[in-house]
């Protein structure tokens, strides 16, 4: 079942702009976890933020938590073509039991 | 949307028995499902590629004869863990992808090994 929602559901750029996706998601969380996949394949991982942690880093990715409205973005900068690809934002809640959201089809054209 | 069902959502057993977890696309068919294991405050890590008709393509590390995997239908894949032993613990999600290449998870199995 998915808890998340990501908005846009689908996001088209040029190659050099920076993307933004967004999730929403309903009840406490443990953590927030942000995932890519790449056409037909399966999940790769991206990036964790904790509860308590309100934004991180990874190369030209950035993710920023806020816990009070229950949202997180995730930025990526100076993108790519080889960027395009969904990405899902998934939410651990209670024990290790995780959520995902609908996810965010992000197409970067050359 | 599309919806995955999987189940049980959690079981206990004892080491040495054997668990299936099933995995069902109700009201799509799904020729790619993937499975995944998370241990506690890590992230998913992917196990297997199941296809529909064909054995599954195991990632490296994954042992095949431990984690058998079956996708006899388009709308059916099962992950069987077999002689399982406390390390094997662990969240296991399945996820399918639609003939549009969007992806539904199921809601996810926790499996605790005595």
Redesign the interface.
């Known amino acids: 079942s998915q808890q998340g929602e990501e908005d846009p559901q689908a996001l088209s750029i040029q190659e050099g702009e920076n993307a933004t996706m967004n999730c929403s998601y309903k009840t406490s969380i443990n953590n927030l976890q942000w995932y890519r996949q790449n056409s037909g394949r399966g999940l790769v991982h991206l990036i964790l933020i904790r509860s308590n942690e309100r934004e991180k880093h990874s190369g030209r990715l950035r993710v920023t938590l806020d816990t009070s409205k229950k949202s997180s973005s995730l930025l990526i900068t100076a993108s790519r073509a080889a960027d395009t690809a969904s990405y899902f934002c998934a939410t651990e809640i209670r024990g290790n039991d995780m959520r995902f959201g609908a996810g965010t089809r992000l197409t970067v054209k050359p | 949307?599309a919806v995955v069902s999987q189940h049980p959502s959690r079981v206990i057993c004892k080491s040495g028995t054997s668990v299936k977890i099933e995995c069902r696309s109700l009201d799509f068919q799904a020729t790619?499902m993937?499975w995944?294991r998370?241990?506690?405050?890590q992230?998913?890590m992917?196990m297997a590629?199941s296809n529909e008709g064909s054995k599954a393509t195991y990632e490296q590390g994954v042992e095949k004869d431990k984690f058998l995997i079956n996708h006899a239908s388009l709308t059916l894949s099962t992950l069987t863990v077999t002689s399982a032993h406390p390390e094997d613990s662990s969240?296991y999600?399945c996820?399918a992808?639609v003939i549009n290449?969007?992806?539904?998870?199921g809601?996810?199995t926790?499996l605790s090994v005595l």
């Open positions: 949307g790619t993937f995944y998370q241990f506690p405050k992230s998913l992917l590629t969240f999600i996820s992808l290449e969007k992806l539904f998870f809601s996810g926790q």
